[in-house]
């Protein structure tokens, strides 16, 4: 069934809501009534809380937000950020971009592929919850959870902050802004920016420890060679 088609009319249903069904379908014990409720109520509020958003008046916030949210669109934010980075930072932010780079790239080949996949949540009504058009952008015709977007700002953020400690508040509020700015704009739930940041920022901590064990391999190989070099070249002048 197409995107189009779920999202004019059909019941949307949060994997915390699909979750609780499963749970409740394996029968009944004192544990599982307070799972299978909690799960519910995840799902209540995190669509409440999508609505209270597109209800909440913001014309300041409209437009910069919207802008914000395209800017992330293929991720070319963090690309142009990184390219920057190459370009002025020195060693650390050639390496930090790439770290970030490599970040992204990790967590688009898993949120956008399998974890949409299997999460097959259904987009947003922007019409039923009365998102203003001023602030939409063309809502994606992928599965919504969990948010691309999020996970890739928090992944870029996690990575450059690995190696540029400093960087880290800023590029977390960014990021933030950034998953927010998808429920602002009406394409996506709360939950699925949540889970798209937990999931971006532990691959960008994965992919930032692989890196850090890589560069220093490559520095304790160096350091090796420089320090034999010397002792090679002294043997060959004593040779006879």
């Given at each position: 069934?197409?995107?189009?088609?779920?999202?004019?009319?059909?019941?949307?249903?949060?994997?915390?809501?699909?979750?609780?069904?499963?749970?409740?379908s394996?029968?009944?014990?004192?544990?599982?009534?307070?799972?299978?409720?909690?799960?519910?109520?995840?799902?209540?509020?995190?669509?409440?809380?999508?609505?209270?958003?597109?209800?909440?008046?913001?014309?300041?916030?409209?437009?910069?937000?919207?802008?914000?949210?395209?800017?992330?669109?293929?991720?070319?934010?963090?690309?142009?950020?990184?390219?920057?980075?190459?370009?002025?930072?020195?060693?650390r932010?050639?390496?930090a971009?790439?770290?970030?780079?490599a970040?992204?790239?990790?967590?688009?080949?898993?949120?956008?592929?399998?974890?949409k996949?299997?999460?097959?949540?259904?987009?947003?009504?922007?019409?039923?919850?009365?998102?203003?058009?001023?602030?939409?952008v063309?809502?994606?015709?992928?599965?919504?959870?969990?948010?691309?977007?999020?996970?890739?700002?928090?992944a870029?953020?996690?990575?450059?902050?690995?190696?540029?400690?400093a960087?880290?508040?800023?590029?977390?509020?960014?990021?933030?802004?950034?998953?927010?700015?998808?429920?602002?704009?009406?394409?996506?739930?709360?939950?699925?920016?949540?889970?798209?940041?937990?999931?971006?920022?532990?691959?960008?901590?994965?992919?930032?420890w692989?890196?850090?064990?890589?560069?220093?391999?490559?520095?304790?190989?160096?350091?090796?060679?420089?320090?034999?070099?010397?002792?090679?070249?002294?043997?060959?002048?004593?040779?006879?």
């Amino acid at each position: 069934m197409s995107e189009s088609g779920r999202a004019r009319g059909e019941p949307v249903e949060p994997p915390s809501e699909r979750l609780a069904d499963r749970v409740a379908s394996r029968g009944t014990s004192d544990l599982r009534h307070p799972l299978v409720r909690a799960l519910r109520e995840l799902a209540e509020v995190d669509r409440a809380v999508y609505r209270a958003v597109a209800t909440t008046p913001t014309p300041t916030l409209d437009e910069p937000l919207r802008a914000l949210t395209s800017a992330a669109d293929h991720s070319k934010l963090w690309l142009a950020s990184a390219a920057l980075l190459f370009a002025v930072g020195g060693r650390r932010g050639r390496r930090a971009a790439i770290t970030g780079v490599a970040s992204v790239a990790a967590t688009a080949a898993i949120v956008n592929l399998p974890l949409k996949l299997a999460g097959a949540r259904h987009r947003p009504d922007a019409d039923a919850a009365g998102v203003p058009e001023s602030r939409r952008v063309s809502m994606p015709v992928s599965a919504s959870f969990p948010s691309g977007h999020s996970a890739s700002a928090a992944a870029f953020a996690a990575g450059v902050s690995s190696v540029l400690p400093a960087l880290g508040a800023p590029l977390g509020v960014a990021a933030a802004s950034v998953g927010y700015s998808r429920v602002h704009a009406g394409v996506h739930y709360p939950g699925d920016v949540v889970v798209g940041a937990i999931v971006g920022a532990s691959i960008g901590d994965l992919v930032a420890w692989a890196g850090a064990r890589l560069h220093d391999r490559r520095r304790s190989v160096s350091d090796e060679r420089r320090l034999v070099a010397p002792a090679r070249a002294r043997r060959r002048r004593s040779a006879p």
